[in-house]
Structures are given as C-alpha cells and as structure tokens.
C-alpha cells in the first residue's frame, strides 16, 4: 500500500472515530444538555419567579417522594423485571405510618412497622416472580390492585390526620441549611442506592442477572435469589416513600391513587437510561431525568399554563424515554455481541 493510500485510510479511521467520538458524548450528556438548555430558557423568561429561592425548593420537595419510588422502580428492572406496585406500596406504607402513630405509636416503631410492611410486600412479589415463575408485570399489577382495596377498606375512604408526629410533620415543612428537609432524605436514599448498584457485588450481579439470566447462572450467580431480593428492596423503598408521604401531606390519604407517583417515576428511570450510562439504568440518569420533567412542568405551569398540561407532559417523557432507553440497550447488547 503506498503512502498516499495510507493516508487515506488513517484519515477516514480518524474521521469514524471522532464521530463515534461524538454520538458518544451525545448519548451520555444529551438529557444533561436538555436539562441545562431548559433550565436557562425558563430562567431567562421567568428570572424573578422561576429563580426564586421558593419556586427551586418546591420543585426539588414535591419530587422527593417520586424520586424515592423511582429509585425502588429501578432496582428490579436493573435485574429485568418490572414492580409496578412500588406506587401503591408508598400509599399503603402511608396509611400504616399513619394509623400506627393515631393508635398511640411513638416515631420511630412506627417507621420500623411501615419498613417492616413494605419488606413484606417485597417478599410477597419476589416469591412469585422469582420462584412462583409470574410475570413480574402481572404479579405486581395484582399485589399493587390488592393493596389498594386493602387500604380503602382499612380506611372508608378516609384521610387520616390525627397523632401524626411533629418531628415527621416537620421534616416536610421545614428546611435544613435552605435545603428541604424532604430532598435530603431522598438524595441519602440515593446515594445508598447509587452505592449498591455501582460499587458492590450485589450491584454487579444484579446487572449481570438482567443482562443475561443464562450466563449468570453459569458464572454462579443465584438468579432467583438477586430477583427476589431486588423486589424486597423495591418495596423497601416504596415503604420509605410512604413515610415521606405522611411528612409531605400530614396524613395518610386513602385516595392518593399509586399510580399517579408510578407514571413520574417510569418516566425518570427510562430517561435515565439515555443519560451518563447508555442503555443501563443508573442513578443520577434517574434523578436528572426526574428533575428535567419536573423543571419542565414547573416552568409552564408558571407560564400560565392549564393544570392538564402536567400529565400531557409527563406521558409523552415516558413514551420518549422507553423508545430511546430501548433502542440504546439494543444498539450497546449489539455492541457487546
């Protein structure tokens, strides 16, 4: 090959790879890029009431509580598998938070109880669906159909409100160091989750065992063992959300419907599967698409926008976010191949 030629083909390597290069940094910080790119336009528009320090924080408090289902959500489809009940377990654990602390019980057995509950109901999915062999989809759709039965008949329909604990109270009123108190607790349950996925064996195995059940079992991974526990950690997480529930309302109301957190907080885990780790849920992908949705409806509602809008708005990021998530963990499957 003379030199000439060389030079040709060394020129168009360099070219592919700097646009594989770049369709790279697209993938991972694309949803950032929109983020910002939203952010600023709403700022601009709206300076004295998108900016204000109120407006920032109520954004980031009334997504605690989704951020928290989200993060239960996504730990089993790490693993493949879907628990759509982990909205309903959040109203449920409310609602047993809630009659616990009218019945006379102090904070921190109750907290325990409506832990204890959601580990249960966990427990309950992951027999099913790892060792029973259901659907994960119709398993939780069920569990999540019977929970919400339970609750009307425990409650007739009724909010309870009385015996709530100040402290808990307070921590969905009250900030700490300008930060809602509510947002702290969901960037811990974060940063707990974030550690288990990224930084240990469980986290590794769970993501093998969604990648491919077959050659994890081969490389002496417990498949059955990682689902189950991965929905004992979802509902975990749903109970978590509950307690907060209780701090964001002051009660455990009965017609809070689960899946009106569910459907946020689909659309936060599949955007988050288009950012920083393409094709693969992960947690800060999670939290950042989270916040561009709330961001979002924040500015337009402030723009004067119909209260309709919200939902228009949050179903179309979720079609958005599972077609491209989808087509993202087939191109990187494609790769590995």
Sequence with gaps: MNSVASRDVHV??????????????????????????????FAIAQPETFLSAGNLRAIVSSQSVVAVVALGLMVPLVAGDFDL???????????????????????????GLTLLFGAVCG????ALVAYGGL?????????????????SWHTHDLSISEGISPALSDLGTKNVLGVPGLALVAVAAALVVAYLMMATPFGRKLAAVGSSRAAAQLVGVRVRRMVFISFVCSALLGSLAGLLLVAQQGSGNPALSGFTLLLPALAAVYLGASAFLPGEFNVPGTVLGLLL??????GLTLAGAAAWVQSVVQGMALIIAVGTSSALRRRRMGADM
């Design 135 to 151: 659907n994960g989809l119709i398993a939780t759709l069920g569990s999540a159909t019977v929970l919400t039965g339970l609750i």
């Design 12 to 41: 168009a390597g360099t070219t592919r790879l700097n646009r594989l290069s770049a369709l790279g940094l697209a993938e991972r910080f694309g949803i950032l890029a929109i983020f910002v790119a939203i952010f600023v336009a």
């Design 85 to 111: 009940s982990v909205g309903t377990v959040a109203v449920a654990g409310s609602i047993v938070a809630a009659t616990t602390m009218a019945d006379g019980w102090a904070l921190l057995p109750a907290c």
């Design 123 to 126: 427990a309950v999915n992951g």
């Design 293 to 298: 949705v709330a961001v979002l409806v924040s």
